[in-house]
């Protein structure tokens, strides 16, 4: 992909397919050729693990739960392996309500802050830390699902950017935020 976090703005958009749950889901890219995450959790007796893989099968990240439900630990398979933890993603945002922040290195190699920022009806926008702040995302749920060749769509994602970790990242943020959400009720 390009890199290029603001400027022109593009029109991309990731579909939620399969899934309303957060933890347990298929997202596509309508690129040539397609892009896609999938997200798996398997619940385990004592442990719960969702696998995030990519259009080629490869293992993204692992969110290791503990316990079924309580955010643990991420694993990222590298290289270089490493391990963080899934908070690192949901940081509470210190000035914005009901939002949840997370850095990502930007193309210039500059870490920024981005946050997710809950709305009514399990929706979102996500934003990027600038003078003033910029809305650079966009999480709709669909009422009912839409239908696709692909499956029902739930979900989709516009965005305006064009970076492969900030997307990434974006992703996975969103799966913690609405995992918890989830959690907490109905806003």
Known sequence: MTQVIAGDPVNLAVHFLHSDNPRHGFCVMSTNPLTYYDFQTPIGFLETHTIVTDDRGATIVTFNWFG???LGTMTWPGPPAHEAHMVDLVMPHQWMPNSRAFFCE???QQMRRFWWRRLPQGNYDLYAAHEPDVRIGLFRKHHPPEENSLGDIYATFNFEFVH???LLNAL???CLNRWLDFHDGPQ
């Open 106 to 108: 930007g193309p210039d």
């Open 172 to 174: 996975l943020a969103l």
């Open 164 to 166: 492969e970790p900030l």
């Open 68 to 70: 079924l439900s309580a």
